[in-house]
């Protein structure tokens, strides 16, 4: 991808489209980056296909897309960190989708999930936790997108002092100290997320920066689950753009025990 700093900071979601579905030289190009990129960090197994809605019979959303018509629809193997393997692997799709010039829309809640997972076939004990509708933009009127952007306050991310923090969640992480991950934690802090909650935390130790899950309050069992994929997505943008840095690490799942909230994974420098 060309500037990968530079699309997670310019990404922004789109609900409205231009009516064509993705094909020819776009769409091959796409093809055979999802036949590279689809394996998440954890490990689980993740089945990624583009649909059309021509041949894939009426994929819905519920009004809030307009002009999309083809998705991006990924279902994974159920186990442990799989909605994170799943919100890894379709994010780094849709930042690919943003490369070559088109946009998409996360949709975890206002889909037509059984009709997708039907044309998905999902396999014994596999998942489907959300699509992506993508297509060419466009900026005509859609009322929905207006709302949903208002109503998640879209345009807003929590401050750093609220997301990143030093040894305990007693002290916030501050950019001085984040030293040459800064532009990595700004990429998290970029995240989009379901409903824009932004559930991710991270505390820095040493060389390891540990990812934590603090759920939102009386959320349905669906955004409990997004969350999960809200979460790998945010180790996406961590991971890609430690990778464009040239800061290596790998990911690991041991718990250091550094705060109450649920513990997802640490990113740990190479020594
Ligand atoms: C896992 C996930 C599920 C989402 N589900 C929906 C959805 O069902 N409908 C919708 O219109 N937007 C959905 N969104 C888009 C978010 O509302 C959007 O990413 C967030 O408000 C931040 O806006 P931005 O992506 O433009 O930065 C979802 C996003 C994520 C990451």
Redesign the pocket.
């Known amino acids: 991808m060309e500037d990968l700093l530079d699309i997670i900071q310019h ?3 789109s ?1 409205t489209f231009d009516g064509r579905k993705v094909t020819g030289k776009t769409r091959k190009e796409l093809q055979s980056f999802i036949d590279e990129h689809s394996d998440g960090p954890f490990g689980s197994e993740v089945r990624v296909k583009l649909m059309d809605t021509s041949n894939a019979g009426k994929l819905g ?1 519920y009004g ?2 307009k002009g999309s018509h083809t998705f991006i629809v990924g279902s994974v193997k159920q186990g442990e960190l799989c909605y994170e393997d799943h ?1 890894y692997v379709l ?1 780094k799709i849709l930042l690919k989708v943003y490369d070559i010039g088109l946009a998409g ?7 037509s999930k059984s009709v997708f997972a039907d044309r998905m076939k999902l396999r014994k004990k596999e998942v489907l ?2 699509v992506i509708a993508i297509g060419k933009p466009t900026t005509g009127p859609n009322i ?2 207006k709302v ?2 208002t109503a ?4 807003n ?1 929590k401050p750093w002092s609220k997301l990143f923090f030093n040894g305990s969640m007693n002290t916030p992480l501050t950019k001085k100290h984040a030293g040459k991950y800064r532009k990595v934690l700004d990429a998290v802090r ?7 909650f932004q559930p991710w935390r991270v505390i820095k130790k040493k060389d390891a920066y540990h990812f934590y899950l603090k759920p939102s309050l009386q959320v349905s069992p669906l955004y409990k689950m ?1 969350q999960h ?2 979460l790998g ?1 945010s180790i996406c943008h961590f991971d890609l753009s430690a990778s464009q840095l040239k800061l290596e690490g790998k990911w690991l799942t041991k718990d250091p025990g550094l705060c109450e909230l649920e513990y997802i994974a640490t990113w740990k420098e190479k020594e």
Do not use: F, H
Not at 190 to 196: D, G, I, K, V, Y
């Open positions: 990404r922004q979601t609900r959303t809030v897309i919100g994010q829309c996360w949709l975890g809640g206002t889909y936790p959300a929905a997108n949903l952007r998640c306050g879209s345009d991310r970029l995240t989009p997320s379901a409903l824009n997004l994929v809200d997505i």
